[in-house]
């Protein structure tokens, strides 16, 4: 199965938009984090090591605790690949790109890459990632926006639900602004997804 073998994007972010994220699992383990617009299985973050911890002995395992001011999160290794570590410190600023995994409902990163970086990187990656943000909208845009989005979950209801990615293509606003206001939607137990990327209307 080809698709097995697709080299995932390692998307760049910040690691508080990962706690946003709704994790898919498959058979107990963690397929992707569902961002709306990104299916995230691989990410790419600069960000200070806050906490290291090494444990030798027959079971090797290693762990750093990475801070980019928006959120923490851990970075776990185990066995030979405990050596990636070696020659991390606190307060090192790094370049990681690494694998999303999830333990006991906890989001951490296997990492494939490390890379030490000057701290001025963390100010680039800071101003990067936000130019990719949308603008926020006024509170009369936003609430016309979540009109369209209810019209037509109500409107799809004869065809058993309607795509996210259908409303997307037609609002023609931002995906990550339709998204927020799908996830309130959710929240206010208006609608609900059946499965994932689809959308039905509860009243």
Same mark, same amino acid.
Not at 48 to 64: H, L, P, T, W
Not at 74 to 93: P, Y
Not at 119 to 127: F, G, S, T, V
């Given at each position: 199965m080809e698709s097995q073998y697709k080299r995932n994007i390692a998307y760049k972010m910040k690691i508080g938009t990962l706690a946003a994220g709704k994790p898919i699992m498959e058979a107990d383990r963690l397929k992707t984090l569902d961002l709306g617009t990104k299916q995230v299985v691989r990410i790419n973050l !600069? +960000?200070?090591?806050?906490? &290291?911890?090494?444990? =030798?002995?027959? &079971?090797?395992? +290693? @762990?750093?605790?990475?801070?980019? +001011? @928006?959120?923490?999160? %851990?970075? %776990?290794?185990?066995?030979?690949?405990? =050596? %990636?570590? @070696?020659?991390? =410190?606190?307060?090192?600023? !790094?370049?990681?790109?690494?694998?999303?995994r999830s333990w006991n409902n906890e989001i951490y990163v296997t990492p494939e890459i490390i890379k030490k970086k000057d701290? +001025?990187?963390?100010?680039?990656?800071?101003?990067e990632v936000e130019a990719d943000m949308p603008k926020t909208m006024e509170k009369p845009e936003r609430l016309a926006m979540k009109d369209k989005i209810l019209s037509m979950i109500k409107d799809a209801e004869k065809e058993q639900g309607i795509d996210i990615d259908k409303i997307i293509l037609e609002l023609k606003e931002h995906p990550d602004l339709i998204n927020q206001e799908i996830k309130h939607l959710l929240e206010d137990g208006v609608i609900y997804e059946p499965r994932p990327g689809k959308l039905r209307y509860l009243g």
């Open positions: !600069i +960000a200070n090591v806050v906490d &290291k911890y090494v444990q =030798e002995g027959e &079971k090797r395992f +290693a @762990s750093i605790t990475l801070d980019d +001011a @928006s959120g923490q999160i %851990k970075v %776990k290794t185990f066995g030979e690949d405990v =050596e %990636k570590f @070696s020659n991390i =410190e606190l307060g090192d600023t !790094i370049l990681l790109i690494g694998l999303v701290p +001025a990187y963390l100010l680039l990656r800071k101003i």
